[in-house]
């Protein structure tokens, strides 16, 4: 189900899903799924086209809405930044807002909640003073030294992961045009129909992609709606914040194994002493911010990354190709020969990088008696879905765990009895499957980059012009 409308039209409005027109007021409720995020943010960016050419900047609300924002920052060739938003709750009841704040000293009173609760001006300004020091934090947690964009005179455009009860989603509104925004566009993968009156009033436009009568959950409405980590945040603003919908020195890549055409990204540093192969887990894609944020860490250390799409568009659509080890595991292997048979790429020493499913890519391959790989890295991953291959794997292995995924540490420590190879089984304490807590994205990250670092870093005096293009 598609909605775009104005404020004006919150009334009268109509949606399409397969061609087929379906009226409101009928109370039809439609089963959309996002596979996660991106798949999410995708989505929604088709239904923000008629914003290109405008002065646009695209506002994540944190931390779930900005891996969707990116992706709608991306198709609009648009700015990306988050929007800060704390509520000001009352002293003896916070989850009642009397108000909210925002960057830029903005600052928005109810003033019928604090008569109701009879809050006094300073305990009023003692909220405000406790929310503003998170809010500061949070605004150089990150984006660290760079600016926030300005929206004077731009269209904000406000985007989340879905939208519950709308009460944040108003607050972000209000602060984008304190702010300085000419137009506030709200938008979001999902929302509530009994939501849409209230945000029209304060929306000079709302997007969705469906609107349910009934929204017990946004996470329903996903299969992958896992935390995003503050890492993903950062990562995700450091490739957008201030224009850029391409990372630097990234380059598309147009890559055929076996008569399949695939899609990658190819990131080059300046002095390459290794490349390093990712396959993504099951739902995701190269653009999963996970593996993004690890890819820019190992970057920033000197080594090539290619991210690539497993599979292409209409095998997706099976669900049983993304649990197809063999072959998700020969595509990496064919991948990974291409990029051996590029003369910039020929000389590095190659390690692969899996995560979930694609973990089981990565051993399987590895496992290719020709294919020369120097390391392999699990992250949160089934690499007992590689089979007996397992033993015949050369490359030293890290398996990277989370403490609280229980199950998957247990196939991990039977991998780990099982290889013949170098290999160390890293557990993150306190970790989940996707590693969304603070500081443990970063901790997987770390401890990948040292493995390679170890296991594949050279003399980069060898190959002077790396780092001018592939």
């Known amino acids: 189900m598609t909605l775009v409308l104005s404020a004006r039209e919150v009334g009268r409005w109509v949606s399409c899903l397969n061609g087929r027109i379906l009226e409101a007021s ?53 700015p990306l930044d ?5 509520k000001v709750g009352v002293p003896f009841h916070p989850e009642v807002g009397m108000g909210a704040i ?65 009460s944040t989603a108003r607050a972000a509104c209000q602060v984008a045009r304190e702010l300085g925004a000419r137009r506030v566009v709200l938008a979001a993968p999902i929302a509530p129909r009994r939501a849409l009156d209230e945000l029209g009033q304060i929306a000079d436009e709302m997007v969705f992609v469906d609107t349910p009568v009934q929204l017990q959950a946004v996470g329903q409405w996903y299969r992958d709606f896992s935390a995003t980590s503050d890492a993903e945040v950062i990562a995700l603003l450091r490739r957008s914040l201030g224009g850029g919908t391409t990372p630097r020195n990234t380059t598309p890549v147009d890559l ?33 911010p996970r593996n993004q944020y690890v890819a820019e860490v ?14 292409t568009s209409a095998e997706e659509e099976n669900r049983a190709n993304v649990f197809d080890i063999r072959l998700l595991g020969s595509r990496l292997a064919g991948v990974t020969r291409w990029a051996r048979s590029q003369p910039r790429l020929r ?68 991998v780990a009895r099982e290889l013949r190879c170098e290999h160390r089984l890293v557990i993150v304490r306190g970790a989940t499957h996707v590693f969304p807590e603070r500081g443990a994205l970063e901790t997987v990250a770390r401890v990948a980059r040292d493995w390679f670092v170890e296991h594949l870093a050279r003399d980069t005096t060898m190959a002077p012009e790396l780092g001018r293009g592939a």
């Open 26 to 78: 009928k109370g039809q409720v439609i089963d959309v799924v996002f596979i996660d995020r991106v798949d999410a943010g995708r989505q929604l960016a088709t239904r923000l086209q008629h914003l290109r050419g405008e002065k646009v900047v695209v506002l994540g609300l944190p931390r779930g809405g900005v891996p969707v924002a990116a992706e709608v920052a991306r198709a609009l060739d648009a």
């Open 82 to 86: 988050v929007i800060l938003v704390r």
């Open 102 to 166: 925002g960057e830029g000293g903005v600052r928005i009173a109810n003033d019928e909640v604090i008569r109701a609760a009879r809050v006094t001006t300073g305990e009023f300004l003692a909220v405000e003073e406790r929310e503003r020091r998170e809010l500061e934090r949070r605004a150089a947690l990150y984006r660290g030294d760079r600016p926030r964009v300005s929206l004077v005179d731009r269209t904000a455009v406000l985007v989340d992961d879905g939208i519950a009860t709308g």
């Open 256 to 288: 055929v194994v076996d008569g399949t055409h695939l899609v990658g990204d190819l990131t080059v540093p300046e002095r390459a002493m290794g490349l390093v192969v990712f396959a993504h887990g099951s739902g995701s894609s190269r653009r999963s």
């Open 298 to 311: 190992l970057n920033d250390a000197g080594f090539t990354t290619l991210l690539f799409d497993l599979l």
């Open 347 to 414: 000389d590095l020493p190659i390690g692969l990088f899996g995560a979930s499913t694609g973990a089981g890519a990565a051993l399987w391959a590895a496992a290719e008696p020709d294919l020369p790989v120097a390391a392999v890295v699990s992250r949160g991953g089934r690499p007992d879905l590689a089979g007996r291959r397992v033993e015949s794997v050369r490359a030293p292995t890290l398996l990277i765990v989370g403490e609280r995924d229980e199950i998957v540490i247990a196939l991990n420590e039977r």
